[in-house]
């Protein structure tokens, strides 16, 4: 399904009232994909493409971004849950993966969602051990006070994506060629294409998950559902903390890792044939 025509849409109408609309895609049993960062639904059509032989796939974009509707005065985890759990109960889908910030969303619907059968956690950014996955939000928020776009962009990239060559260059360098490069890409967006220009504001709203997510690895213990917890081997060290913490408390949990992958490999540009090898393992352990 790498032509982005191949599916359908949708919307469900959360507890608030905000539309959550969704991308279709496949038949069979329904799996829900949740974005992460500076991403929507878009993100994840190569992994639904992967997946669309055996499941019925479903990709939300997250409120605020594509086909949603705003984040609202009181966002937070519950309204991601919220959004999640509109999403499950009109297509009775029990299967999910969520990627990121999104991971985090998708553990809270695991914590209060009995309808949940399978869950997949990608790398949450939850602090633990003492870790601060937004200890770079102070530098984010700033640069885009400035509306300085490709600076907020690039701490964001730095504060979550693998260590590489790119990261480590000085953002004064890597800002003002990003600048252009996002200036360029809100000129060719076509249909239902988001602009990183609208995305990277978005962040904003990803911190509040991930400070609010602290301390509710405790609240985990009583989750029903099968937990697949993956992460891969170029990842930064804070998203292996909190994957080993999650394993630690849920000892029934299977976890993977993926050797020579890294933070964002569900995304279109990275791994997702591989991911999706993984996820059909897991959902359909059990069914046979």
Request: glycine share 12%; net charge positive; aromatic share 6%.
């Amino acid at each position: 399904m790498n032509d982005s025509k191949a599916y359908t849409t949708g919307s469900v109408t959360s507890k608030d009232g905000t539309s959550i609309g969704y991308r279709q895609t496949g038949s069979g049993p329904g799996v829900i994909l949740v974005h992460g960062g500076m991403m929507t639904a878009k993100n994840f059509l190569k992994l639904a493409g992967f997946l669309s032989s055996e499941f019925t796939v479903y990709i939300p974009d997250r409120r605020g971004r594509g086909l949603s509707g705003p984040f609202g005065p009181n966002y937070g985890i519950g309204s991601e849950s919220e959004d999640l759990q509109a999403l499950i109960h009109q297509t009775a889908t029990d299967k999910i993966f969520g990627l990121s910030s999104g991971a985090i969303g998708v553990l809270q619907t695991a914590i209060i969602e009995p309808g949940l059968k399978k869950v997949v956690l990608y790398e949450p950014p939850i602090p633990v051990s003492g870790t601060d996955p937004a200890a770079w939000s102070s530098r984010y928020e700033s640069a885009l006070s400035r509306g300085n776009f490709g600076k907020a962009m690039f701490t964001a990239i730095k504060g979550t994506d693998d260590p590489s060559l790119f990261t480590a260059l000085p953002a004064f360098l890597v800002a003002p060629l990003l600048n252009m490069g996002i200036n360029a890409d809100a000129k060719k967006q076509a249909g239902d294409d988001v602009p990183l220009k609208s995305l990277i504001p978005t962040v904003h709203y990803d911190l509040i998950l991930v400070r609010e997510s602290s301390g509710m690895i405790d609240r985990c213990k009583d989750i029903k559902a099968e937990i697949l917890l993956m992460g891969g081997t170029r990842s930064q060290r804070y998203l292996k903390l909190a994957l080993d913490a999650l394993s630690a408390t849920l000892p029934q949990a299977k976890r993977v890792v993926l050797q020579g992958l890294g933070h964002i490999a569900a995304d279109n540009d990275g791994n997702p044939e591989r991911i999706a090898k993984e996820l059909k393992v897991f959902f359909q352990s059990g069914n046979r």
